[in-house]
T-cell receptor, first 116, second 116 residues
Framework: DAGVIQSPRHEVTEMGQEVTLRCKPI?????LFWYRQTMMRGLELLIY????????DSGMPEDRFSAKMPNASFSTLKIQPSEPRDSAVYFC??????????????FGPGTRLTVL | AQKVTQAQTEISVVEKEDVTLDCVYE???????LFWYKQPPSGELVFLIR??????QNEISGRYSWNFQKSTSSFNFTITASQVVDSAVYFC?????????????FGGGTRLMVKP
């Protein structure tokens, strides 16, 4: 089975440019999460969706960040304009709700973003 | 508010030694889930185990074992006879049962280095 797919794996851009990160969750999963990982702040949850609807975006750092999930198999995280402090690894994860409770999240390989 | 503390930021052992990674959590909920993830040098996050708050049985999976103690709010992870391939950053995480979904709060991670 395919896991969570993220693209691109690496992105280098210049300050001020728009950056779009993409994620395809595991088929059948109804939750999708976007995380950011930095040395200083560790793993931070940015936003998550349930059945394509954003549930909690309180972790989105500022208005320059936006996320969408137009359908069950695709989500984007956009940064416009990008700044050097946005440099990080961005992970997408998905999980499935179940009668047994809360299930583990499966993570994609991450996108390493460098903003010069 | 929920919180996960991994006090050991870095541990170095020699191959074949046993090592225990500590995890202490805080939550007001009586129902919650605890997780361990492994992040090898390649960067992906790999799910290792999930435990719910009503199940305090210790679990063993090969060289891995987990000790969940509700009385001390701890969920420690032991690797027996460590191997070089165990070198990674290990994250403990907590998910509270709430109306908003299965969000994870991660600890800061423990970097384990196993030397040959």
């Amino acid at each position: 089975d395919a896991g969570v797919i993220q693209s691109p794996r690496h992105e280098v851009t210049e300050m001020g440019q728009e950056v779009t990160l993409r994620c395809k969750p595991i088929s059948g999963h109804d939750y999708l999460f976007w995380y950011r990982q930095t040395m200083m702040r560790g793993l931070e949850l940015l936003i998550y969706f349930n059945n394509n609807v954003p549930i909690d975006d309180s972790g989105m750092p500022e208005d320059r960040f936006s996320a969408k999930m137009p359908n069950a198999s695709f989500s984007t995280l956009k940064i416009q304009p990008s700044e050097p402090r946005d440099s990080a690894v961005y992970f997408c994860a998905s999980s499935v709700s179940g009668t047994s409770g809360y299930n583990e999240q499966f993570f994609g390989p991450g996108t390493r973003l460098t903003v010069l | 508010a929920q919180k996960v503390t991994q006090a050991q930021t870095e541990i170095s052992v020699v191959e074949k030694e046993d090592v225990t990674l500590d995890c202490v959590y805080e939550t007001r909920d009586t129902t919650y889930y605890l997780f361990w993830y492994k992040q090898p040098p390649s960067g992906e996050l790999v799910f290792l185990i999930r435990r719910n708050s009503f199940d305090e049985q210790n679990e063993i999976s090969g060289r891995y074992s987990w000790n969940f103690q509700k009385s001390t709010s701890s969920f420690n992870f032991t690797i027996t006879a460590s191997q070089v391939v165990d070198s990674a950053v290990y994250f403990c995480a907590l998910s509270e049962v709430n109306n908003a979904g299965n969000m994870l709060t991660f600890g800061g991670g423990t970097r384990l280095m196993v030397k040959p």
